[in-house]
């Protein structure tokens, strides 16, 4: 009995053995082994942090995360699948969630008023905690307004940006500066549209655009007042005039290039008067901003990524993402790890998903094939994309039409979705958070202490 249980032990044993050395010749394995070691090299940067980038993709959730890596991946000629995002390559990882006071899932006004000043509140409100009433401004009082941290910065002294493909009025850009009740209300003549009786006492927010009649019935020329205000400072409004700016004779630019959100991606190089890329505007506002020496603060929104999932685009929505990888990508070539926070997260997700058994390589925005590369068909052989939305204007109306000979990848398509809405709304689950260089606690530290010292 002994020796036979000693017979077994050994050829166990030895097929194991053969089994590791099988492994260990495996191309997969080798990568899974050296990404361990990898991280196990990474260690803490405990020093103080001198500047922070904070990158958000508005409705960048992880299923958009993982069809821009796709996508991306597509483009250089990959699969897709195996492809890395640039933010995927920091070495800190988290998820947050994104709830709100008052809802499961948030917009981005409360949102952004989290991330950007550490305190949760209602939907749809800017900049201020939960005891204000949504829509009501004589709820609003200076006791229930929150500082945004480049509000902070600045009192610290440090330099601040601000890029974004949504307007700048927007929820998400709006609550670094502003203090609002309710994210619609832009400007004086949003007044006119508010059902309460309150509406004399609510403020607006909203910068004028150039060339373009705005909403303004004031009368005031908010541009004009800004570059007034600010010496060495440049107004840009086009291509051109972005090109132009000399980073070493500007202290402030204020860029605005649209009368509402910038072009998506997909649709940028058919703008008449032309527009940067977000990857453009991200280096140009850090090669201004890092010129201060006591640091800087910049945070960067991917906007119409969120736009592009509400309205059903996935193709916009997906490629919006793409450029914002570019951007962060372009961010850590020229930033100092030594010194500067990067960070890369999303304000919330969308009801958007991915999946189907869709054989590998497959294209992003195609219908779905099977592994034996034929098409995959639902019960009444009809086929489908594995993209879609639970909600969303490509709603069922009736039966789901058939996808043949549909041109799914086209920027103008509606992927379809199981609940009809002319809207499609944000979801609820966690984020993820991704960052490198210096640790968020050490800077923080090394803010307030400095503006405590002012």
């Not at 952004?112 to 900049?127: E, N, P, R, Y």
């Not at 670094?176 to 009740?181: E, G, L, Q, T």
Request: hydrophobic share 35%; aromatic share 8%.
């Amino acid at each position: 009995m002994f020796r036979l249980s000693l017979v077994l032990y050994f050829v166990t044993v030895v097929s194991a053995d053969n089994i590791l050395t099988n492994q260990d010749n495996n191309q997969w394995y080798k990568d899974g082994v050296k990404l361990i070691q990898d991280n196990l090299k990474v260690k803490p940067n405990t020093k103080t942090a001198k500047n922070a980038i904070l990158f958000m993709g508005d409705g960048m959730g992880i299923t958009t995360v993982t069809a821009a890596r796709i996508l991306d991946g597509q483009m250089k000629g990959q699969t897709g699948e195996e492809n890395v995002l640039s933010w995927e390559e920091l070495p800190w990882t988290a998820l947050a969630k994104t709830y709100a006071v008052d809802q499961q899932g948030p917009d981005s006004a409360s949102s952004a008023t989290a991330f950007l000043t550490g305190v949760k509140t209602d939907q749809g409100v800017v900049g201020m905690d939960e005891r204000v009433e949504w829509g009501h401004c004589s709820s609003a009082s200076k006791e229930s307004q929150v500082i945004s941290i480049l509000s902070l910065a600045e009192m610290a002294g440090m330099s601040t940006g601000l890029v974004s493909t949504a307007r700048v009025t927007h929820a998400s850009p709006a609550c670094s500066y502003a203090h609002s009740v309710d994210r619609r209300w832009e400007s004086d003549a949003d007044k006119k549209n508010i059902a309460y009786d309150d509406a004399s006492s609510c403020k607006d927010i909203d910068p004028e655009y150039p060339d373009k009649k705005g909403e303004r019935l004031d009368g005031r020329d908010l541009i004009q007042e800004w570059v007034d205000k600010h010496p060495k400072s440049q107004y840009v409004w086009n291509k051109t005039g972005f090109d132009q700016i000399d980073v070493d004779k500007v202290d402030h630019v204020l860029g605005l290039f649209e009368p509402s959100s910038m072009q998506y991606e997909v649709d940028r190089a058919d703008d008449a008067a032309g527009e940067p890329s977000i990857a453009e505007m991200t280096e140009k506002a850090i090669k201004i901003l890092q010129t201060n020496p006591k640091g800087y603060f910049l945070f960067v929104e991917g906007g119409r990524i969120d736009h592009g999932h509400h309205d059903g685009y996935a193709v916009r929505a997906i490629n919006d993402a793409v450029a914002m990888n570019k951007a962060v990508a372009r961010a850590a070539e020229i930033i100092d790890k030594d010194e500067t926070l990067l960070t890369v997260t999303a304000d919330h997700s969308h009801v958007f998903t991915i999946g189907g058994y869709t054989k590998r390589g497959n294209p992003i925005f195609g219908i779905v094939r099977r592994m034996d590369g034929k098409l995959a068909v639902d019960s009444d052989n009809k086929t489908y994309t594995s993209l879609g939305y639970a909600n969303g204007p490509g709603g069922l109306n009736g039966s789901r039409p058939d996808l043949r000979g549909v041109d799914t990848a086209d920027k103008d398509y509606r992927h379809q979705a199981t609940v009809l809405k002319s809207y499609e709304t944000h979801g609820s689950e966690d984020v993820g958070v991704y960052a490198d260089g210096l640790e968020p606690t050490c800077f923080m530290a090394w803010l307030n202490s400095s503006m405590f010292s002012t």
